[in-house]
């Protein structure tokens, strides 16, 4: 008899019945399960929880229905749950490991003005004509015009509003890229490897090349073919660097010789730190056999999912015989909000608070790593506004002292070994500085086990 006691709903109460019967192997595959009738006699429930009980058994793979026949049991690959049981348990404890996270890309509850952000989604929310259709497969039109206003000013970009293509995440746009260059096979990510990207183009069948393939040796990727160059000139290495004009000439003049379309990715652009980010590659070209690639998400917040991009009119064409076949993925009221806040100069205003921001977080960890950190560790000033490069004097190699800092609840990304140093990434953008001292008491206690 299932727990009667419990206080979830019937209809749960008889799923957990089943599921823990057929787990548990009292109940074998292909046996059969009382019918519907049957089965809320036997348990004095509804036909109505019977039947929504064995949708949800049958949704996760338990039972199945056999026409005109009634319910009977999968069979269960009873190791494979257990797998991904172990799994699930080892990363919720590595989780609950991390007190001080350096590697998040959260963001800063400090520098981002919620109350702000609300009135402009309750006024598109009072939109109601506008929200009883579904949103433009390519946008909505107002935002695509405030995005081509700003990425022309801001970086250079060559667009209109019509070449501009907007959705959830740049692994959607990328996801739409592939199914319009399917003709282009060769992928070659140059710079700093993006591995949720590389693992788009790898689901669309095309081959990646993806060993962080420096510009000084673009020539070695000749005999690759790439048909496709990757690269985030902005933000060139993990570290943050940014590629300077001789750079993304030498990647433009590359793509030109061998026919390869660049699909340029300028994330980070707004942060940079001690320069001014060079002009896109997409504007240099003229808007010529270029994808730009651009993100609100660590603008803004990491939840707020609008990506968009800039396409070629040569690929623009292409995606318009095929835009039809795509759902927009990005919310309709957050494009809406997100529209008047760029016209309305918050955008901007925001970019410059938080770079602000960062910068100030850095100064105040990077001051008290002078006045406690040992000889044999510095902290040095990265490209890249919100971070930090750790350098280490000793024989481990940075994933060793990774793990070390894990042990202490630290995470920190490795990065390699450098002249007998290695080398980690610290990202302050999303840490609570409340935190610091518990955090730098940490570090030093680990650096004393190195």
Same mark, same amino acid.
């Given at each position: 008899?299932?727990?009667?006691?419990?206080?979830?709903?019937?209809?749960?109460?008889?799923?957990?019945?089943?599921?823990?019967?057929?787990?548990?192997?009292?109940?074998?595959?292909?046996?059969?399960?009382? =019918?519907?009738?049957?089965?809320?006699?036997?348990?004095?429930?509804?036909?109505?929880?019977?039947?929504?009980?064995?949708?949800?058994?049958?949704?996760?793979?338990?039972?199945?229905?056999?026409?005109?026949?009634?319910?009977?049991?999968?069979?269960?690959?009873?190791?494979?749950?257990?797998?991904?049981?172990?799994?699930?348990?080892?990363?919720?404890?590595?989780?609950?490991?991390?007190?001080?996270?350096?590697?998040?890309?959260?963001?800063?509850?400090?520098?981002?003005?919620?109350?702000?952000?609300?009135?402009?989604?309750?006024?598109?929310?009072?939109?109601?004509?506008?929200?009883?259709?579904?949103?433009?497969?390519?946008?909505?039109?107002?935002?695509?015009?405030?995005?081509?206003?700003?990425?022309?000013?801001?970086?250079?970009?060559?667009?209109?509003?019509?070449?501009?293509?907007?959705?959830?995440?740049?692994?959607?746009?990328?996801?739409?890229?592939?199914?319009?260059?399917?003709?282009?096979?060769?992928?070659?990510?140059?710079?700093?490897?993006?591995?949720?990207?590389?693992?788009?183009?790898?689901?669309?069948?095309?081959?990646?090349?993806?060993?962080?393939?420096?510009?000084?040796?673009?020539?070695?990727?000749?005999?690759?073919?790439?048909?496709?160059?990757?690269? =985030?000139?902005?933000?060139?290495?993990?570290?943050?660097?940014?590629?300077?004009?001789?750079?993304?000439?030498?990647?433009? =003049?590359?793509?030109?010789?061998?026919?390869?379309?660049?699909?340029?990715?300028?994330?980070?652009?707004?942060?940079?730190?001690?320069?001014?980010?060079?002009?896109?590659?997409?504007?240099?070209?003229?808007?010529?056999?270029?994808?730009?690639?651009?993100?609100?998400?660590?603008?803004?917040?990491?939840?707020?999912?609008?990506?968009?991009?800039?396409?070629?009119?040569?690929?623009?064409?292409?995606?318009?015989?095929?835009?039809?076949?795509?759902?927009?993925?990005?919310?309709?009221?957050?494009?809406?909000?997100?529209?008047?806040?760029?016209?309305?100069?918050?955008?901007?205003?925001?970019?410059?608070?938080?770079?602000?921001?960062?910068?100030?977080?850095?100064?105040?960890?990077?001051?008290?790593?002078?006045?406690?950190?040992?000889?044999?560790?510095?902290?040095?000033?990265?490209?890249?506004?919100?971070?930090?490069?750790?350098?280490?004097?000793?024989?481990?190699?940075?994933?060793?002292?990774?793990?070390?800092?894990?042990?202490?609840?630290?995470?920190?990304?490795?990065?390699?070994?450098?002249?007998?140093?290695?080398?980690?990434?610290?990202?302050?953008?999303?840490?609570?500085?409340?935190?610091?001292?518990?955090?730098?008491?940490?570090?030093?206690?680990?650096?004393?086990?190195?």
């Amino acid at each position: 008899m299932f727990n009667s006691d419990s206080f979830n709903p019937k209809y749960i109460k008889l799923y957990e019945y089943y599921k823990n019967l057929i787990l548990s192997g009292v109940m074998v595959p292909n046996e059969k399960l009382p =019918s519907i009738r049957k089965c809320s006699e036997n348990f004095s429930l509804s036909r109505t929880t019977v039947e929504t009980a064995y949708d949800l058994l049958s949704a996760e793979g338990y039972i199945i229905s056999k026409a005109q026949s009634g319910f009977y049991v999968c069979d269960v690959d009873l190791r494979g749950l257990k797998k991904v049981e172990i799994v699930d348990n080892k990363l919720k404890n590595e989780k609950e490991k991390i007190k001080f996270d350096f590697v998040s890309s959260s963001a800063d509850k400090l520098v981002f003005n919620f109350s702000v952000w609300r009135k402009y989604v309750k006024s598109a929310l009072r939109q109601d004509e506008r929200l009883l259709y579904y949103g433009e497969p390519q946008g909505e039109s107002d935002l695509r015009e405030a995005i081509c206003n700003y990425v022309n000013k801001e970086r250079g970009v060559v667009s209109t509003p019509s070449q501009i293509v907007i959705a959830a995440g740049t692994q959607n746009l990328i996801g739409i890229l592939c199914a319009i260059t399917k003709e282009r096979k060769n992928v070659a990510f140059v710079g700093s490897d993006f591995r949720q990207g590389r693992a788009v183009f790898e689901d669309y069948g095309k081959t990646v090349s993806f060993n962080e393939t420096p510009v000084e040796q673009l020539e070695s990727l000749k005999d690759f073919s790439p048909s496709i160059i990757y690269t =985030s000139p902005s933000h060139i290495n993990k570290d943050g660097g940014v590629l300077q004009l001789s750079g993304r000439m030498s990647i433009l =003049s590359f793509a030109l010789e061998n026919q390869s379309l660049i699909i340029e990715d300028d994330y980070d652009s707004e942060f940079r730190y001690y320069s001014k980010s060079a002009l896109s590659l997409q504007g240099l070209s003229g808007g010529q056999n270029t994808v730009y690639i651009g993100t609100f998400s660590k603008l803004l917040l990491p939840s707020i999912r609008i990506s968009f991009m800039v396409l070629p009119f040569d690929l623009l064409e292409e995606y318009e015989k095929r835009k039809s076949l795509y759902n927009q993925t990005a919310s309709k009221v957050e494009q809406i909000a997100l529209c008047q806040y760029i016209r309305d100069g918050h955008l901007s205003s925001q970019i410059r608070k938080q770079r602000k921001h960062y910068i100030s977080k850095r100064r105040e960890i990077l001051k008290r790593a002078d006045k406690v950190l040992p000889e044999s560790c510095s902290f040095e000033e990265c490209e890249a506004c919100y971070q930090i490069k750790i350098k280490i004097s000793t024989s481990k190699t940075a994933e060793e002292i990774s793990s070390l800092f894990l042990e202490n609840s630290v995470k920190l990304e490795p990065l390699g070994e450098e002249n007998g140093q290695a080398v980690l990434l610290m990202s302050v953008a999303g840490f609570n500085m409340e935190m610091l001292e518990e955090a730098f008491s940490a570090i030093i206690e680990t650096i004393k086990m190195i």
